[in-house]
Every structure is written in C-alpha cells, then in structure tokens.
C-alpha cells in the first residue's frame, strides 16, 4: 500500500528544470520541431497515437518532444490529454475496402485485382545503415520519385475472393446491441470479440509482437499467411443528429492486416481458413500484424480449438496490453513507500527474533 | 454540382466533403477571395472533442471502437435568414470548423462563388491524391514464383 508523503516542493521543482534542461539538449544544436517530428519521425507519432488511442499527429509530436522520445511516456501524456475532451460523436464504421492505398500486399496471392503495391516499405532493404542520412542538407525527399502513368486501381478486400469458393469463413452476423466501449465500461471476462479488438488496438507494440512470435513458435497451434496488408487513407464519416444523413468529416490514415490461419474444420464445421483482423492508426505493420495473430489465437474457445498458451488467455493477454497501465503500475514502485517499507521490516525483525528464541529454548 | 441539386442531401453531403478534407489554409484563402461574405452568427461556438473511429472486425463484420480522434465542430446562422451551416472537421482547427460551417450555409442559398471555391478545392485536392496515387503504383511489383525442378 502506497501511503502519501508531503515535503520536496524545492528538489521536486529543481528535477522539473533539470528535466527541461535535459529535454533541450545540447543548446547550440538546433530545437526539434513539432512538424519535423510529424514529418520525419511519422512512424513515432503514428505508434504514440495508437497506443494512446487519439488520432492527432501534432499532439503525438508534441508529446515525444515533451517525453523525449519516450514513446510510452508520450503516449501517457496524450492518453491523458483524451481525458479532458468531451466525446462528440461516433463514426459509422470506416471502410477499409475503398482504401486509397499507399501499400498493398498479400503473402498469399501472388496475383490480385489492384496488384500488388510495395509503397514506402523497409522491406528489400539491406539494413545497412545508410551515412548519406548523417550529411544533412541533401535533396529534398521525394524530388527523384518516379510516377506510373495511372493511379493505383481499385484493390478489392483478398477474403472477398476466397469467400466465394467458400474456403475462409464468412464474416459472423453483426452482434446486436450497442458497440462495447473498454473506455466507458471496465473489461469484463469473458470479453467478445469487439471488445478484444478495441483493447487490442490500443495494446502495447511490444507485448502483442511477443504474443505473436509465442504463437509462431509453436504456443498456440497456429500457421498463418498474411493474407492482405494494407495501409492508407479512409474517410471518416458521422450521422449528425441535425442532419440526419451520413457526412465526411476528414480522413484518417489505417494500417488493415487480415491473417488467414488454416482450420481443419469439426464436425459440424467444414475444413476452411479462419480470419485474424489487426486495425491500427496511421503505419503500424508490424502492430497490425502482431494484433491480427494474437486476435486469432484469442478464437480458441469460439473455434473449439484447446487453450494451452499464454496469447490463448483473453485475461492474461488483455489485462496486460495496455502500456499505460502497466508502466503506471511497475513504476509506482519508485514512489516513497517508507512506512510499507517500515512495517515489513518490523514483520522481518519479529520473525527472526521468534526463530532465535525458539533457537535458543531449544538448545 | 448543378443548381437545381442544391437542397439534396447529395450534393451537400458532397461539399461538406470537399470543406473537411480542405486543408484549413486553403479554405482560408478561398473564403477571403469570396467577392461578399455573409455575416452570420454563431448557433454553436466552434467545440474541440472526440470523435469515436469504428472500424469492422475482418473489415466486413461487426462494428467496433478503434479509438478516437480529435475533432471540432461548429454551426453558424446566416444573419437576417433561416440559413443554418454546419461544420464538424477532424483536428482541432476552430477556423475550419467555422469556415466549413459558413461555406456549408453559403452554398445552400446557392451562391455561385461558393460553388466555383468548392470545385476548385474538389480539383485541387483530387489532383494531390491523384499525383500521390502515381508515385504510390510506381512501386506495384509483379514477383514470379520459381518453378521447381
């Protein structure tokens, strides 16, 4: 038990301005800018907006400045920034199918109406570090990009065509009632799929990405092909009261992942693949990926499938994605806990004195 | 965007489009190279919040919450009219979601300028993405799979 202390306002306010002396660095250096992290460091702010659950580039650059670079820190500051802002609305659902793509790939059909379309990808790269990088001032970015002659072509969803011969299981009947709301009502277990999916998306990079490689690696009897990744541009669109009709509000960049996972079927199921769904904000591959596998292996029980594995256990798994959470409890250890602290060690002296003594009638 | 279509819900729901996607200083500017500007009064003071983002699981399934976004709205009079506008921009740009509102208003009494501003940020816009869209399929690939001996 944590029990308040009072006193250090001088050492507390002198930390505070070592730690802006430190969040500034070296002062003949040129400081950061907020649109120099939105642009160049856009990968940063799109991980601190999914985790924190706020899409808002500018105040996710903010908050990395204002953290350091501390991307769990930032996405802190920026979730409890969303704290003091009213819901206005909810969108209706986005539609990921009429996408304007930026990237586009499947591991599992080599052909696919719209193609195949790498888009701005560390993939093929040699991970050499590349020291052109160190000499600032180069060409500006993209001055040498080639263009095609035609824009991208429609790119239909990839279970659209393998859900006409039948072979990936059917989207399941919409769930009736409200959408569940993990910012609204506290996680409740067993959780249904909508809700493992909000917590999901806002689940710690890290700890999902662990949970996917556990499954590959044989926890969770589980082989998947990454059936479509996708990333780029959706609209957004509400149904304002006053209007009563459905209207666009803005756009919004997603990272889509749908995982296809063999399934030999049951008795009453025939063989077919099963579908693991990863969504995230802005480019997140390598989370939306991480989510769609642990989404999947999260189906145990709805597949019949035995629960052997940590990234099995909705609990287990839930409980603990959340990085501010988590951060927020492992660091409370820091705080002063003297008289907790003062009490165990009263316990420790009692028991060992007891020991002695018994020690002691004994001899 | 033909005249006659001005009080469907279509041709309004495609302006409002064009006004939330406008990069706020576009607006701005077309706002201000408007030849007259109502005066209008504010019903709503433009509000900063949260917009709820669903998403659908496998992206044809049921709803769910991905998470939120910042976004602002605003609705605006058409002084000495009955002329509401509505504005509800994503991001926390007060003066778009305002501008938004005032052009939404604007154009449905069917000012021509309004509809001209509207066109040209529809075309501006489409042309970016467009652009973008060319440099994005230079990089569709074609792999070819070995065959086996």
Redesign the interface.
Known sequence: MYVAVKGGEVAIDAAHRLLARARRGDGTVAEVSLAQIEGQLSLAADRVMGEASLYDRTLAALAIKQARGDLVEAIFLLRAYRTTLPRLAASEPVDTGTMRIRRRISAAFKDLPGGQVLGPTFDYTHRLLDFALAAEGGAPAGEATPEAPDPVAPCPRVAGFLNKEGLIEPAAAPEPGAVPDITRAPLDYPADRRTRLQALARGDEGYLLALAYSTQRGYANNHPFAGEIRTGKVDVEIVPEELGFPVCIGEIDLTECEMINQFVGGPDRPAQFTRGYGLAFGEQERKSMAMALVDRALRADELGEPRTAPAQDEEFVLAHCDNVEASGFVQHLKLPHYVDFQSELDVIRRIRAAAASKREAAE | MSRQDDDS?KA??AW??VL??AAPAELAAEWAALPSRPAYSFLRRP?????????????????????????T?A?IRLDGTETMG?G?????DARHAELAAAFDALLQTGAAAAHAAVARLDNARRAR???E???????????F?MTRE
Do not use: W, Y
Not at chain 2, 47 to 71: H, P, Q, V
Not at chain 2, 88 to 92: N, S, Y
């Open positions: 819900p309004r729901q409002i489009r939330a996607k509000e900063t919040g949260l917009a709820m983002i669903r998403g659908r699981i496998g992206g044809d399934g049921s709803a769910f919450n991905l998470g939120e976004a910042s976004a709205r609705a509505f509800f921009v994503l991001g926390r993405e467009a652009a869209s060319r440099r994005i399929a230079a990089s569709k690939v074609d792999f799979a």
